[in-house]
């Protein structure tokens, strides 16, 4: 009896032994034959490749200091209009991502480009200088919290509500926001020489694209008539960047989209807000989201995307770059290789000090 039960606990024993081993050897064949799919994935950067406007934007005659920016060097506006985007980090994530986004802008036009660095995230010196180098103008902004609530999320956590500090910089006529995961892949300077000069013809005061899928559900993503507000267009104005941060605790919305939600409040519902909204072609804020969703409406716009949006996967879980088990995977699943790949071609100005 005694011999039969260590026998039975011996072969129990080498049975979870080899399941483990069994699922250890499927798991590392899983991840190998992903990055041998990821590495034969040819990326076709040609239609996406940098090809400078001819049609320049206005230099200031002579420039004009940024009284938004709290920084102890004074910034200066030298267009009349600018590329801004909102840095609290991580740096390793989203201030790389910054750094190749500004290399990408700077293919299509020569407007300014600002980053607004949020001065209760600080970064290093180092970090300021990389993105000095890539091309942004590093601008400190005080942080806008979101609403007194008990829960918090990753938006609530990333300060989100500080890209209301854009309406600030009333020194230039308009502003495109742009969310660090984004990249520019087209020309935009339209949006500031023909959009902007529409909306201020129809009094319209921002501007932004359709989230997707619009029709559809489809995995974690249901169907929604909101716009996306990871890519603003907006005219700068005092008045109005008061009343957003005076909205955030006064004027009920979902936080758990935080400043979008808001936004969408404030511009698609409430009147008499709702006319300054001006709707922006989708291919100015392609979300990754419609290349799995929406096939079909991605290829048909291709070769007239301007801005890609990372709103499904970063470009940051290419394989090269794990932090969690599920990075590997996360391209693959939404079916961004080549978008990964493309982002992860991008480079960076060294870290020097």
Known sequence: MLFDSKMNATHQLASKVTVFFLCAFIFITIVLLHILVLSRIHVNSSKWSPAFNQQR????????????????????????????????????????????????????????????????????????????????KVCSVSAIEGPAVGKTNRFLDGLVYSKFNAWQFTEYRGVLFLDADTLVVGDITPAFLD?????????????????????????????????????????????????????????????????????????????????????????????????????????????????IHFNTAKGWTYTKHWNSISDPFVCWYWDVQDLCRYWDSISTPPETC
């Open 195 to 307: 959009i902007i000069p529409q909306m201020q013809m129809q009094n319209k005061t921002v501007a932004a694209a359709r989230d997707r899928p619009v029709e559809i559900t489809c995995r974690f993503f249901t169907a929604n008539n909101f716009f996306n507000a990871g890519v603003l267009l907006l005219i700068p104005d005092i008045g109005t960047f008061r009343m957003l941060k005076e909205s955030i605790n006064s004027v009920a919305h979902d936080v758990t989209f935080a400043e979008q939600d808001l936004l969408n409040t404030i511009y698609r519902d409430m009147n008499p807000l709702n006319h300054e909204f001006y709707e922006l072609p989708y291919s100015y804020n392609a979300v990754t989201t419609s290349k799995y969703c929406e096939p079909t409406l991605w290829y048909e716009f291709e070769d007239h995307i301007k801005i």
């Open 57 to 136: 934007l206005t230099l200031r005659q002579p420039p004009v200091r940024l009284a938004a920016c709290a920084n102890h060097r004074p910034l200066f506006a030298e267009t009349d209009f600018a590329v801004m985007s909102l840095y609290a980090g991580p740096f390793h994530l989203y201030g790389v991502s910054a750094m190749k986004l500004a290399s990408t802008v700077r293919s299509f036009t020569n407007a300014d480009m600002v980053m607004m660095s949020v001065e209760e995230r600080p970064m290093t010196r180092c970090q300021r200088i990389q993105l000095e180098e890539a091309g942004w």
